[in-house]
């Protein structure tokens, strides 16, 4: 299960750009696997007459902000909250190693055995 | 078939015109004896009471027809006075109305009445050959030949007519008209409808792989996947954060979900019984979906949030046809 996280994430990147449509009025998302599909076609198979469409190229991702599309470069968003959520999880743990007085070596002690636990 | 009770009843009637009564003419001459008056009366007596005891009711000639029988109810029967134990006859059945045959006095079998009064209603094809159909063709009463192994006897056009099919494989079928040959297609073809007939065609792929990324912020709502080139019979779905502890594996069509996933964003995998994606980052929060239909040309998903996730989970989806 392992090997298929990791084929999952290796390959996340490898696809080819999506297509999205969304329509504002309906509030109906759509996103179009193989990327081929026009806005009339859209229309068509889903009963839709006010769709939007927006074009992904390989690492981005969409939001629905303010009822529109909105693209983003999700691989570089991951990476920040990942530094973000690290910075805020290293700052609580200083705090926490302060309010304890313990030495580095003794904070070490200290994770190992809860994640032990 | 007339003809034919005719010949039998012309055939059969000398049997019923032999006298039933014996004359014997006493008394007989004598060479030398005197024939007396008295002699004369007997034998006038004779001849006389045999004549007037002579009954002709039963059976008659009037022109050219023949009468059989009293004049009253019940079956008239015309019988051959053979050897037999059991004669065989021609009847009329009185109480059904109908003629029927006897060919040994016992077992009775009706005639067949044709109604039509020219040769076409009664004349049947001559010398039967094994397996013949007896068939009108608008004029007169003639045979069709029996067909060959495997055929069939079909209507083409306004004939019957026998129809077979040319090769190995080959299938009949029915089109807006009549019976038609569906000829055998080529390997790895497989049976299909196009157009409301059988038609042959390669099978198209039945996997489709691709992925799609979910924005974890994103509210709960529903999404709808198309482009896949099929109808789903389920879809397995692969999810994480890249870089999280959040991964997903779990696959859903509309009646059943599952998926193990990375709970509250640890190592510590679990199982739902009711999702078919559960990616977490962290405590509480989380992006899950179900399977809420399977579409013509791919599918939707009820994605649910749950509390405050970050990032965007990529999905990575194989759907079955």
């Known amino acids: 299960m392992k090997t298929l996280l990791i084929l999952l994430c290796l390959t996340s990147t490898c696809f080819a750009g999506q297509r999205v449509f969304y329509d504002p009025v309906m509030n109906v998302e759509i996103v179009d696997l193989s990327s081929s599909k026009s806005i009339l076609e859209i229309e068509g198979e889903f009963g839709l007459v006010n769709v939007k469409k927006l074009d992904l190229q390989d690492n981005e991702g969409y939001r629905v902000k303010n009822k529109k599309l909105v693209k983003y470069n999700y691989v570089d968003d991951n990476i920040q909250q990942k530094q973000n959520r690290k910075n805020k999880t290293d700052q609580q743990a200083a705090k926490m190693k302060q309010k304890l007085g313990l030495t580095d070596a003794e904070w070490q002690d200290l994770k190992e055995a809860i994640r032990e636990e | ?321």
Do not use: C
């Open chain 2, 1 to 321: 078939m007339k003809r034919l009770i005719l010949l039998i009843l012309l055939l059969t009637t000398p049997v019923f015109a032999a006298p039933s009564n014996t004359m014997s003419i006493t008394p007989a001459a004598s060479d030398g004896t005197t024939i007396t008056a008295a002699d004369e009366n007997s034998r006038n007596n004779e001849v006389s009471s045999k004549f007037n005891a002579h009954d002709h009711t039963d059976i008659s000639q009037t022109a050219n027809t023949l009468d059989v029988g009293q004049g009253g109810a019940g079956n008239k029967d015309i019988r051959a006075n053979n050897a037999d134990a059991n004669k065989p006859f021609l009847r009329y059945d009185d109480t059904n109305d109908r003629w029927v045959a006897s060919r040994n006095g016992v077992e009775i079998t009706s005639l067949v009445v044709v109604t039509g009064t020219d040769a076409r209603s009664f004349i049947l094809p001559e010398s039967p050959a094994n397996n013949d159909i007896l068939r009108y063709n608008s004029t007169v009463w003639t045979s069709i030949s029996q067909g060959t192994a495997g055929q069939v006897l079909t209507l083409t056009g306004a004939d019957l007519a026998w129809r077979g099919m040319a090769t190995q494989g080959d299938m009949d079928y029915r089109d807006a008209v009549s019976r038609v040959a569906l000829p055998i297609g080529s390997s790895t073809e497989v049976l299909t409808v196009a157009s409301g007939i059988p038609a042959w065609e390669t099978p198209g792929s039945t996997v489709t792989i691709g992925n799609f990324t979910r924005d974890m912020t994103a509210a709960s709502g529903g999404v709808s996947y198309t482009g896949v080139g099929f109808t789903p019979k389920f879809v397995i779905f692969l999810g994480a954060v890249a870089g999280d502890v959040s991964g997903s594996w779990g696959w859903g069509d509309t009646s059943n979900q599952g998926a193990m996933f990375r709970n509250d964003g640890t190592a510590d995998e679990t199982i739902s019984t009711t999702t078919a994606i559960n990616i977490q980052t962290g405590v509480g929060a989380s992006q899950t979906a179900v399977v809420s239909s399977l579409d013509s040309d791919g599918f939707s998903l009820t994605w649910v949030k749950g509390g405050g996730p970050t990032g965007t989970g990529t999905v990575t989806y194989m759907a079955f046809k």
